[in-house]
């Protein structure tokens, strides 16, 4: 038998390979009009950015080597340019000698692939515009990088493959911009999902327009205007990554069926409408695995798998191929982004009646070194439970849980199989529930009724005549920023404030991911409240509306049924959301070069005294209290009034530290982006206003300027005697009595008394169990500073003050919770200490020593007992 093949990458030379496998006499040709066969198109971007250094990488075979294994005669350099299906014979031309010739065949595999799509507008071909497809697209666009070193590219489309070229070109040292015309990049994942994308983009310093298009390029003698809808960009460069296009030319050529947008239609053998001609890869039409409906799904995988079973089939094996469901994995930077399944919009095209989760999981256990939190959305339908997709937005641990969901979907699996499935376990891996568990946890819940739940695009329809919105974390985190027209009653003290709630009026509990929030409505609920949850939290809240004002998108989720009162609470104009990350997106920032570790972009320029706005990273990643706060003190003492700061750091105390932090250095903290443990703070050097007004060198007078006093009472709490905590406690409740805001700050031997009395089951190495075994463990176990007499004086001091009707000191702290006082454990202490969060009772904060200090600032009177 001689079959012949054209296109000699991932679905022809796929395709071959298992021919050979499968038939040692058959004669195979594989024709290919380039020079490269079997090339790692989608390592094209890294060798762009520097990743992948040596050219060789990017073969993974040369026609020689296949030849050699497979025995297959490989022609380069050779397009096949015209199918005769009468003859079942194709034309060829050869070009290396220009010659044409006719080669027969009894059976035919075509896997031409795709060709990047380039839009027809003015000036949308040049010399400085490029498309990625194959290996000479690479060496033009490194080639054209390393001769005429542009500082600047515009990258046109936010698909996978021009998110790679923008990081990469970035990574080359180019200033990088993404435009992209939908409102969102990555197209096969929701909206809401996609802005902690956006985020990471532009923290990076990628410049990023969305809803922009080109309208059309004009071209300078060195350089390009991009001529945008809003606005022109000036650059060096351009990429031109708007998606591909079926490169079906000879297939039609040929007369075989395709459909309206120029895909080769196949049935499951991957047979063409001609008997004897087999189709593969990017040119086909493909089966949605979850509607069944037809569409253009092109990735590596499916045109492998496709390849091979044309293979099958032409060998006498009946191989089908069952659909396509687009699961699909992008690095973005150091983000990780999958997904698998339908989301949102397909499950609406599709007419699906589904419902949403989302969950806020730790790669592996918390408590283990490294972990970070990936976001999980998960699409199921309603009435059966069956999963129709996921989206994860993460770091490490994405891919894995990606695939599991993947896998799940192929077998027809419901949520509830999500939740018994068994996943390997140890703390440096995963979780004893797993994120995928998780996820199954959370959509069971939902689906049962056990939660109720809303959603961010929910929140616009919030009607407060009858209706609170009720935000359950603790104030310090309802203080560092909240969704308006909320009030605050943190979870621990929930109970105490019921009476305070309308019970008439359907209650939308808020916590940062979502979980806490259903701790509340179960409290709420089983006293006789209508409540319900939002669904991924402050957290997901935050993150979309960084980028988008909800009227926008609730006009576009209207048809998902919710609606829209004229008496809503318009929190997307909650000024304390949206004006902080105007703060952060306004204006487009000049960067420069990348250097490691402190990444400081920028200059600026003290001759015309106008700002640059640099932004500068820095990685305080695995550093104790006070090693990030000293991280940030330096980089601010470095950076120019306004300069952008971005520290990420893994310490939990951080988020409270950096914020107090600036509040007391005339700093101004722009956002938090707490994404899988590792926690990204904003800051802007100086404040807004004052930079409107002055000069730019008394800006930076201002930014050491220290503001007004206050009354606070800030009591730190070192020792861990009975005496000497009754005492703090009864100063704590007596100051928060007057009304004043009163913080206690607890470090080394004080952390004893706000441990929990029962042994609590969290790993520790060696030194910190015995720690653990030789202090107290909780109030009751404290012992008197004097006169303790073997526990017999801290027995009689508490029967002392049962008789005289004195509260006990687990009065004392349950009071202090209620009145609002601020109890703060010491990181470094605990750290140092060997104690857990887990260990500590109910209510408390994590802080570090610039938390404590901005209290100290903030008060009046500082003990230290
Ligand atoms: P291709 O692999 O494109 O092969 C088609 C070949 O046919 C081409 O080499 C072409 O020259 C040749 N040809 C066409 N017409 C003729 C003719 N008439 N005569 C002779 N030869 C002909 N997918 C993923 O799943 N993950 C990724 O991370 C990923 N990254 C990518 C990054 C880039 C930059 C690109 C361009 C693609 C990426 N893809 C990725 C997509 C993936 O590469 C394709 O889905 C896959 O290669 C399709 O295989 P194919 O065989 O259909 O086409």
């Known amino acids: 038998m001689k079959i012949l093949i054209v296109g000699g990458v991932a679905g022809g030379a796929s395709a071959a390979a298992r021919l050979r496998r499968l038939d040692e006499k058959a004669e195979i040709i594989m024709f290919e009009k380039g020079e490269y066969i079997s090339f790692a198109n989608c390592g094209l971007p890294y060798f762009i950015g520097g990743d992948i250094k040596e050219k060789e990488k990017l073969t993974l075979q040369t026609p020689e080597s296949f030849n050699a294994r497979f025995n297959v005669d490989v022609r380069t350099m050779n397009e096949v340019v015209s199918v005769n299906p009468a003859q079942k014979s194709v034309s060829v031309l050869n070009r290396k000698t220009g010659e044409p010739y006719t080669e027969k065949y009894d059976k035919l595999i075509l896997s031409p692939g795709a060709a990047p799509i380039v839009p027809n507008f003015e000036g949308s071909s040049g010399d400085r515009i490029f498309t990625l ?24 489309g936010g698909g996978y493959i021009g998110i790679e070229m923008a990081e990469n070109l970035h990574q080359a040292g180019l200033d990088v911009t993404i435009v992209e015309l939908l409102d969102h990049v990555i197209g096969p994942i929701d909206f809401d999902m996609a802005c902690d994308v956006h985020n990471h983009i532009e923290s990076k310093g990628v410049h990023l327009y969305l809803e922009d298009g080109v309208k059309s390029i004009r ?4 350089s390009l205007d991009v001529v945008l809808n809003s606005e022109v960009i000036h650059t060096d460069m351009l990429i031109m990554a708007v998606g591909v296009k079926p490169d079906t030319t000879l297939a039609k050529d040929a007369g075989l069926t395709v459909n309206g947008r120029g895909c080769i239609v196949v049935d499951e053998h991957m047979l063409t409408s001609d008997a004897d001609i087999y189709a593969v890869g990017d040119a086909v039409e493909v089966t949605d ?34 659909g396509t469901q687009g699961t699909a994995i992008l690095k973005c930077f150091d983000m990780t982004v999958a997904c698998t399944g339908l989301n949102e919009r397909a499950a609406k095209i599709a007419g699906v009646d589904y419902e949403k989760s989302y969950t806020y999981s730790a790669s592996h256990a918390s408590y283990y070194p490294g972990a970070v939190n990936m976001s999980v959305k998960l699409v199921f339908e309603k009435k059966t439970g069956k999963v129709l997709g996921a989206q994860i937005v993460g770091f490490d641990g994405v891919d894995k849980r990606c695939d599991v969901i993947a896998t799940a979907i192929r077998a027809n699996m419901t949520i509830q199989d999500l939740t018994e499935l068994e996943l390997s376990y140890a703390p440096p891996y995963s979780s004893a529930k797993d994120p995928v568990n998780m996820a199954g946890y959370v959509a069971e819940n939902i689906l049962s009724g056990r939660t109720k739940i809303f959603h961010w695009h929910d929140v616009a329809s919030i009607d407060p005549e009858t209706s609170i919105l009720l935000d359950i974390r603790t104030t310090y985190e309802f203080d560092n920023g909240f969704i308006q027209g909320s009030i605050n009653i943190p979870l621990d003290s929930l109970r105490h ?5 309308d019970s008439k009026k359907t209650i939308y509990v808020i916590c940062q991911v979502g979980l806490r929030g259903h701790v509340a409505c179960q409290i709420l609920r089983q006293n006789g409240f209508d409540c319900t949850n939002l669904s991924g939290g402050y957290r997901l809240y935050t993150s979309v509306f960084g980028k988008k004002k909800v009227k926008n998108y609730s006009d576009d989720i209207n048809s998902h049924g919710s609606k829209k009162s004229d008496n ?8 304390k959301i949206d004006n902080k990350r105007v703060d952060l997106h306004a204006g487009k920032t000049e960067l420069g070069k990348t250097v490691d570790n402190t990444k400081k972009e920028g200059i600026f320029n003290e001759e015309t005294q106008n700002f640059t706005v640099n932004r500068i990273s820095v990685d305080a990643t695995g550093l104790q209290c006070p090693g990030p706060i000293m991280s940030l003190s330096k980089a601010l003492k470095e950076a120019n009034v306004h300069d952008i700061i971005e520290i990420s750091t893994t310490d939990p105390a951080f988020a409270s530290d950096a914020e107090a932090f600036c509040r007391r250095t005339g700093n101004t903290f722009i956002s938090l982006v707490s994404s899988k443990g590792i926690s990204t703070a904003t800051i802007e050097k100086g404040k807004k206003e004052a930079v409107d007004i002055v000069e730019a060198s008394e800006c930076r007078n201002k930014a050491s300027q220290v503001v007004p006093e206050y009354n606070n009472k800030n009591i730190i709490v070192f020792s861990g005697d009975l005496d000497k905590a009754i005492a703090s406690f009864i100063i704590a409740n007596a100051s928060a009595a007057m009304g004043r805001k009163v913080s206690m700050f607890f470090t080394f031997w004080g952390l004893n008394i706000l441990r929990k009395p029962e042994k609590i089951n969290v790993k520790k190495d060696i030194i910190s ?28 001091i508490r029967m002392v003050m049962k008789n005289k009707n004195v509260d006990s000191l687990e009065q004392l702290i349950l009071a202090s919770i209620d ?31 610039a938390a404590m200090l901005a209290n100290a600032e903030e008060s009046d009177m500082s003990l230290f007992i």
């Open 497 to 501: 404030h019921l009476k305070e709630l």
């Open 133 to 156: 497809r194959n290996i000479p697209d690479t060496y033009k666009i490194k080639d054209f990088i390393t001769n005429n070193h542009p500082k600047s590219a515009v990258v046109v």
């Open 219 to 222: 071209h300078n003698a060195n």
């Open 769 to 796: 169990k015995m720690f653990g075994m030789m202090m107290p463990r909780g109030s009751k176990k404290l012992t008197l500073s004097k006169m303790n007499m073997g526990g017999m004086g801290a027995k009689m």
């Open 289 to 322: 695995f979850m509607t069944n409906a037809k569409g253009f799904i092109p990735l590596a995988g499916p045109a492998n798998k496709q390849g091979r079973i044309a293979a099958d089939n032409i060998c006498g094996i009946d191989s089908k191929y069952k």
């Open 568 to 575: 809503a609470v318009n929190i997307a104009q909650s000024d």
């Open 819 to 849: 009145n609002g006082v601020e109890l703060v454990a010491c990181t470094m202490s605990m750290d140092v200490m060997g104690i857990k969060e887990e260990e500590l009772i109910e209510g408390i904060k994590l802080g570090g020593a």
